[in-house]
């Protein structure tokens, strides 16, 4: 097939945003009138040198990336253009690709948090949360309350620097250029919090299978108080600097619009369900960690554009920072890990006085420990939709197999059905506030 | 407080295996709390059908496991035979929050078993990852291409067959005697 097939043409003047077709019929059409581009390399350097191109079809295809400043990392499009309206496109990924899940195969589960911390860059701990709950899943153990409630902490933190890296570069891709280094700054205050309770400030293989790795610092409460009192400000200058202004109200508003139908057919999840209005969101839906002792408010958009998937983002921040406070009121005392020796390393003062805890260090160090055969899926609400891990056991201390449920990746679907009809300028902005992390999509 | 939410989320399971029997004509097991559907290559489309008739608005995943190597003993419900691939469906209910996992055995060098596109047509890259990643194929799929690997790339990497390659470093400093 080459582009200029009169069949090709007639179709994809049908197709677009004058008709009437229900969304989620619009999503699932398989021919060239399809908002996906779905041509390999080799067809489309066929097209390229193909020297019988009509003189008057004036459509091109252009790639854009996977080395393109908005495309965050290696995202590649291939676009089907016709002038600066982007007629089909296809999202071509796997740029990233290192073999993770093979990798998790080879590593124990107290190493596995090491692999998958390594995922989604941008808010580590829920890929380390969904590893551990479903790892715990498996061998159906408890963790202590407190546990539960510093991972829910330092996940809200991380949705919160996760959401402010994304207000960064979303400004950024917009041309607030200025918005890059305040979204920048207010998360590197929040990695400066991390540090200190982790020991790194990305990467932090903290949550594991069975809690925590360490306690809370003395003094957190201080600190993350002072984290409370610094943001609410600085989210006030982003609403001057952005929400309220009228050229970046232009440049979102109508941008990329998806209906519910549409979202929910595409598996889409997160912050693009939620701005068809939607109101989907596993901390309130599916209660995980003890997110039904808290109160906040499930963000929804209207529209379903960008402008509300980028106000979405911001809310949430706010709703966070709601969940940290009653978090600083309620966290109870207790142990940070279960205290079960054959899961979680015996304390340091233990290996001096006891044999048994010096074998059992050993022991969880060099072989790990055996996971009861079986199969189990963990989710959680990342700041990017459904973040799941597939584990399935054979009784050994490594996974049998481990599968991601990136919601990066399955979001990335949503793009060519966001851009169709819309000009390449904007496709800057959808690329942007779909806010793929390449990281996860390509694993 | 944690028996009561388990004994309760128990009750739901029983129950929502008990309504799933009636509804499709699938094999209906626990795991870990999940219900699972056991479906055969042929019922795959029939079930999910069903599920998709029945308010399962959404295809949340879909993987696929290679059971080559596997040490344990598989827990099989009576009447599934035991395939070297298994496809794993996940499809979630909004409404009455519920979840299933639809399990498929395939056999076979290069399996085939029919698409979920046209149900839910979110199943593309997961379909294509899968393909890329196990060899499975799926019949009238739009695009059964590799997502992950490059286009010309030869085996599956996620099969247990496919050994895990190494690249070894040079040292700068390293001798050369060794």
């Known amino acids: ?443 | 407080m944690s028996d009561e939410i388990a004994a309760e989320a128990a009750d739901d399971v029983a129950e929502a295996a008990a309504i799933a029997t009636l509804r499709y004509d699938a094999i209906v097991a626990d795991s870990n709390g999940d219900v699972i559907l056991h479906a055969t290559s042929d019922t795959y489309l029939d079930t999910i059908t069903a599920a998709h008739a029945d308010g399962f608005d959404q295809l949340i995943d879909l993987t696929a496991v290679d059971y080559l190597t596997y040490a344990g003993k598989r827990s099989l419900p009576e009447g599934i035979e035991a395939g070297r691939f298994e496809l794993v469906t996940a499809l979630i209910n909004h409404q009455r929050r519920e979840r299933i996992r639809i399990r498929v055995q395939l056999d076979g060098d290069e399996p085939t078993i029919a698409t979920a596109f046209d149900l839910y047509p979110g199943a593309e890259y997961l379909e294509r990852e899968v393909y890329d990643m196990f060899g499975i194929v799926f019949s009238d799929h739009p695009d059964m291409s590799r997502v992950l690997m490059p286009e010309n790339w030869v085996g599956h990497p996620l099969r247990k067959d496919y050994a895990v390659g190494s690249i070894p470093v040079q040292f700068k400093a390293a001798s050369n005697q060794r």
């Open chain 1, 1 to 443: 097939m080459t582009l200029t097939d009169p069949e090709h043409l007639e179709q994809s003047e049908a197709g677009g945003l004058g008709d009437n077709i229900d969304g989620a019929e619009r999503v699932k059409r398989r021919g060239s009138d399809s908002a996906v581009l779905r041509l390999s390399e080799a067809e489309c350097a066929e097209i390229g040198n193909d020297p019988n191109t009509d003189a008057d079809d004036e459509r091109v295809l252009l790639n854009m990336g996977p080395s393109h400043p908005s495309t965050h990392g290696v995202l590649r499009l291939m676009l089907e253009m016709e002038g600066e309206t982007v007629l089909r496109s296809k999202p071509v990924v796997g740029y990233l690709h290192t073999g993770m899940e093979k990798q998790a195969e080879q590593l124990t589960y107290l190493q596995g948090g090491t692999n998958v911390t390594r995922m989604d860059y941008a808010s580590p701990l829920f890929t380390e949360l969904a590893f551990s709950l479903a790892t715990e899943k498996l061998l159906g153990i408890e963790v202590p309350e407190r546990a539960t409630w510093i991972r829910m902490l330092m996940c809200e933190l991380n949705r919160m620097s996760s959401h402010l890296l994304f207000m960064a570069t979303n400004g950024m891709d917009l041309g607030a250029v200025s918005m890059m280094i305040y979204g920048w700054r207010e998360r590197e205050e929040v990695l400066r919090f991390f540090e200190k309770v982790t020991g790194l400030r990305m990467n932090h293989n903290y949550i594991r299978p069975g809690g925590v790795a360490a306690d809370m610092p003395d003094g957190w409460e201080a600190d993350v108080e002072h984290l409370l009192a610094l943001i609410p400000p600085r989210l006030e200058e982003y609403d001057i600097l952005m929400t309220g202004q009228p050229i970046w109200r232009e440049r979102l508003q109508g941008v990329g619009v998806l209906n519910a139908d549409e979202a929910l057919a595409l598996s889409a999840t997160g912050p693009i369900l939620r701005s068809t209005g939607y109101a989907w969101d596993l901390r309130r839906d599916e209660p995980y960690l003890a997110y039904s002792a808290v109160d906040f408010d499930v963000i929804v958009g209207s529209y379903g554009d960008c402008y509300d998937r980028y106000a979405i983002r911001l809310n949430e921040i706010r709703e966070s920072m709601r969940i940290v406070e009653q978090i600083l009121d309620k966290m109870p005392a207790g142990d940070y890990r279960v205290q079960d020796k054959k899961v979680t390393p015996p304390p340091r003062v233990r290996i001096d006085q006891s044999m048994e805890a010096l074998i059992h260090h050993f022991k969880i160090f060099t072989e790990g420990y055996k996971v009861p055969e079986g199969e189990a899926y963990a989710c959680v609400e990342s700041p990017r939709g459904e973040l799941g891990v597939y584990l399935v056991s054979d009784g050994t201390s490594t996974p049998y197999r481990m599968h991601v449920r990136g919601p990066s990746f399955i979001n990335v679907q949503t793009m060519p059905h966001l851009m169709q009809n819309g000009l390449i300028a904007d496709g800057v902005a959808i690329i942007s506030s779909v806010d793929p992390i390449m990281g996860e999509v390509d694993r």
